[in-house]
C-alpha cells in the first residue's frame, strides 16, 4: 500500500464525505481508484447543424492526458491529489453555512477567507508529500522549482460567487501535470443548499478512467446537440469574447435542450464526465479552472479541444469538453465564431505557463 503524509491534525475528514457503499479512507489506497459554415447571430428561425443524428463514431481529437506519470506511480499520484481536495474541501464544508468575510480582485471578481484557507492546507499536503514539485496556486501563485516535471494545479474554491452567496455550484479542483499534460485529478463537489450541504468526489488518473466517489462514470451517448443539454460559462472581462459568447449561448439555447450557466468550470466539466450534460465551453479560463476537468472528461470518454478545434493544453484560453459525439456538430458554430475573435486581435496565445517549466506540448 502506497503511503501519504497527512495534512495537519487539526484538519479532520468530515463525515459528509462518506458515501453509502464506503466511507472515505484518510490513507488512499491504489485501489480505492485505478487509477463551418458563418455563425449567424441574426437568426431567428431554429437551425439544424449538418451532422448525421446517425453517427456514432466520433472524429480522433489529440489526447490532453499525459502519456505517463514518469517515476511516480499513478495510484500515489492520485492518492496524493485526492487527500489534498478532500483537505481543502473540509475547510471549505466547516465555513459553508458561516458569514463570509469577502474581498474583491476587481468590481465583481471575489475572494473569500476561505479560499485562502483551502489554499493552504492542500499546499500543506503537496509540500509534505512532494517538497520538490512546482505549483501553480489561484491564490498563491507559482511556488517551487520550476525545474520540476510536475506542476499542480489548484483551485481552492472555483465557483467563490456561488460559495459567496450559498448558491451550488461550487468545488475544491486540484490536478497534477507531468510535464505539462494531465497526470491525475481531483474535483470535490458541493451540493444541495444550504443547511443540507453534501459532496460528490470526481478523480481520474491518465489512462485510469473517471471516478465518482469510487464508481467509474462515463460520459452521455446522445449524438445530437437538438438533445443535448449544455453549459457555458462567462468571465469577468466584458468584451468581445464575452459578447461573442452570449450570442453563442442564444444560438445553441435555440437549437438545443438547453443552457445552463452554473459559474464553476471544474464543476461544470465533471458533469459532462458523468454524463448529466453533453457539452462545456468557455473563454479564458486559467489552468487551476482546468486541469483537474479535462481530464476527468477524457478519461470517461469524452473529448477536449480548444475551441477553434486545435489541440488543447491547460495554458489555453479556451476549452471546449463533450461527449465527443455532438462535438464536430458544436464546433460548426463554435470555431467559426473563434477565428472571428482572432481577426479583431483577441488574445488566444498560451498564458500562466510558468517561465522555464519544461513540457511535452
Known amino acids: 500500500m502506497a503511503k501519504f503524509l497527512l495534512f495537519p491534525s487539526s484538519i479532520r475528514i468530515h463525515s459528509r464525505f462518506c458515501t453509502a457503499s464506503r466511507p472515505f479512507l484518510p490513507i488512499p489506497s491504489p485501489k480505492l481508484s485505478p487509477l463551418r459554415r458563418n455563425l449567424s447571430f441574426k437568426t431567428k428561425t431554429m437551425s439544424v447543424l449538418s451532422e448525421s443524428p446517425n453517427e456514432k463514431k466520433k472524429k480522433k ?47 465583481t471578481d471575489l475572494v473569500t477567507d476561505t479560499d485562502k484557507m483551502s489554499e493552504s492546507v492542500i499546499l500543506e499536503v503537496v509540500k509534505n508529500n512532494f517538497k520538490d514539485h512546482l505549483i501553480l496556486g489561484e491564490e498563491g501563485g507559482i511556488i517551487g522549482d520550476t525545474s520540476s516535471d510536475y506542476l499542480w494545479c489548484i483551485d481552492p474554491l472555483d465557483g467563490t460567487t456561488n460559495f459567496a452567496h450559498g448558491y451550488p ?3 475544491v479542483s486540484v490536478g497534477v501535470l507531468f510535464r505539462g499534460k494531465p497526470a491525475a485529478a481531483s474535483v470535490v463537489e458541493f451540493v444541495g443548499g444550504p443547511m443540507c450541504w453534501n459532496t460528490r468526489t470526481f478523480s481520474a488518473s491518465s489512462r485510469g478512467g473517471a471516478f465518482c466517489n469510487g464508481q467509474k462514470i462515463h460520459v452521455s ?15 469577468y472581462e466584458h468584451d468581445d469574447a464575452w459578447t461573442t459568447n452570449i450570442e453563442l449561448f442564444k444560438e445553441f439555447t435555440h437549437i438545443s435542450r438547453g443552457v445552463r450557466r452554473l459559474g464553476a468550470a471544474a464543476v461544470d466539466m465533471s458533469h459532462v464526465a458523468l454524463g448529466i450534460v ?39 484560453r479556451s476549452v471546449l469538453v463533450s461527449n465527443g459525439l455532438v462535438h464536430n456538430q458544436l464546433l460548426e458554430k463554435i470555431s467559426p465564431a473563434t477565428e472571428d475573435l482572432k481577426t479583431k486581435g483577441i488574445d488566444f496565445s498560451m498564458w500562466f505557463k510558468p517561465e522555464n517549466y519544461v513540457t511535452d506540448l
Do not use: H
Open 221 to 235: 451517448q446522445t449524438n445530437q446537440v437538438e438533445r443535448s443539454l449544455l453549459v457555458t460559462g462567462f468571465g
Open 169 to 171: 455550484s461550487f468545488a
Open 61 to 107: 481529437y489529440s489526447k490532453v492526458a499525459a502519456e505517463s506519470t514518469g517515476s511516480i506511480p499513478a495510484a500515489e499520484l492520485l492518492g496524493v491529489v485526492e487527500l489534498a481536495a478532500k483537505a481543502g474541501a473540509e475547510v471549505v464544508m466547516e465555513a459553508v453555512d458561516k458569514p463570509r468575510n469577502i474581498n474583491y480582485k476587481g468590481a
Open 278 to 316: 453533453e457539452a462545456y465551453w468557455e473563454y479564458r479560463l486559467k489552468p487551476w479552472d482546468m486541469a483537474a476537468g479535462v481530464l476527468i472528461v477524457e478519461e470517461a470518454g469524452g473529448t477536449v479541444t480548444c475551441m477553434d478545434g486545435g489541440s488543447f493544453s491547460v495554458f489555453d
